[in-house]
């Protein structure tokens, strides 16, 4: 038997009207600092979003007491429940201790999806600072 | 990309953020500093969110280059409404961006 794989009736993502959106960005917490969505992408109307790379690394600055500062990203689907997609809770209390998590793949996120960068410091004492990115493309849904 | 000041808000969820679809903050822009309730960059952990909010406190971000902007430079809100259209709170006509002035 021999089986035919047709052609696909529509072009590849990168060649629908990709455009990269990459968000970056960092903050230095403490001693103390709220919970805060420090960015946000939504994907458009008619979009999709495929994710390439994610990071999120925190550094303690000063030596610190009662810590547990938080760096993450997350995703909320449209109408869906938030996930986490790459999650750093650095609970470390000696200056220079460095937490980082790292992501790379395809995931395909759906119009409407919102992806949202976070960071939380419950230290007494001491700063830390956290850096927090992303790359993908933007397409044609 | 646009700079723009814009008031935050809060959420028991999440906790502060800003109320439109894409932004990214800028460091140290927060506004206005508050002994221990509002710093350079963020609320302080132990600062109960209806006294941060009591002060109007505002971030200036970047938003997208794309973001439909009226004659007064606020953000115009049935075109946001049309580029998130199918969003359960960005794309519903109920949903008003928060005002956007100059970043100072």
Known sequence: ?141 | MLKKRLPLAHSTLTGYYVDVPSYRMLPDTWLPITPGLIYKDGAFAGAAPAAVLALSPSVVCELPAETPLDDLGKIDQRPLQKMYATHPRFGKPDYVPPVATDPT
Not at chain 1, 87 to 103: H, I, K, P, W
């Open chain 1, 1 to 141: 038997m021999k089986v035919i794989f047709p052609p696909g009736q529509r072009s590849n993502y990168f060649d629908r009207n990709a455009v990269t959106k990459a968000i970056s960005g960092a903050t230095s917490t403490g001693p103390g600092s709220a919970p805060t969505i420090r960015w946000t992408y939504t994907v458009p109307a008619a979009k999709k979003y495929a994710l390439n790379t994610l990071a999120c690394r925190n550094v303690r600055q000063d030596i610190g007491t009662v810590t547990a500062a938080q760096t993450f990203i997350a995703v909320t689907p449209a109408g869906g429940a938030i996930t986490n997609l790459c999650t750093l809770s650095n609970y470390a209390l000696e200056r220079g201790a460095v937490g980082q998590a790292d992501f790379s793949g395809g995931l395909v996120f759906m119009t409407g999806a919102v992806i949202t960068a976070n960071t939380s410091d419950n230290s007494a004492t001491g700063n830390t600072e956290h850096n927090y990115s992303m790359t993908g493309l933007e397409f044609d849904a």
